[in-house]
Nanobody, 124 residues
Framework: QVQLVESGGGLVQAGGSLRLSCAGS????????MAWFRRAPGKEREFVAT????????LYADSVKGRFTISRDNAKDTIYLQMNNLKPEDTAVYYC?????????????????WGQGTQVTVSS
């Protein structure tokens, strides 16, 4: 059974940094893109960033561009989200997902496997 496990969330002050990780159970991301989404309290799920299978192509939401960096280690079946200069509006549960294709965009319907999420809380 495919499993994605996120880690690295926590409580941080505004301006601080966190690094999220998402590990697949076994070749979960082989030949497929992976991405991060988030859901803030009372809001819809929101795209954050995606990275192609070979890592060359990335896409970011405008709200995180220049502050967040997505990367992946295919040998470890793991993706990362380095989050810098965090803002209170970044507070959310962050989810990783495996795409249906080598490169997928920002549409959540283009992703088939989802993790359970990790909480990120940014205090002002």
């Amino acid at each position: 059974q495919v499993q994605l496990v996120e880690s690295g969330g926590g409580l941080v002050q505004a301006g601080g940094s966190l690094r999220l990780s998402c590990a697949g159970s076994r070749r979960t991301s082989s030949n497929n893109s992976m991405a991060w989404f988030r859901r803030a309290p009372g809001k819809e799920r929101e795209f954050v960033a995606t990275i192609a299978w070979r890592g060359g192509n990335t896409l970011y939401a405008d709200s995180v561009k220049g502050r967040f960096t997505i990367s992946r280690d295919n040998a470890k079946d793991t993706i990362y989200l380095q989050m810098n200069n965090l803002k209170p509006e970044d507070t959310a549960v962050y989810y990783c997902a495996v795409g249906l294709r080598p490169y997928s965009g920002s549409d959540p319907t283009d992703y088939r496997y989802w993790g359970q999420g990790t909480q990120v809380t940014v205090s002002s």
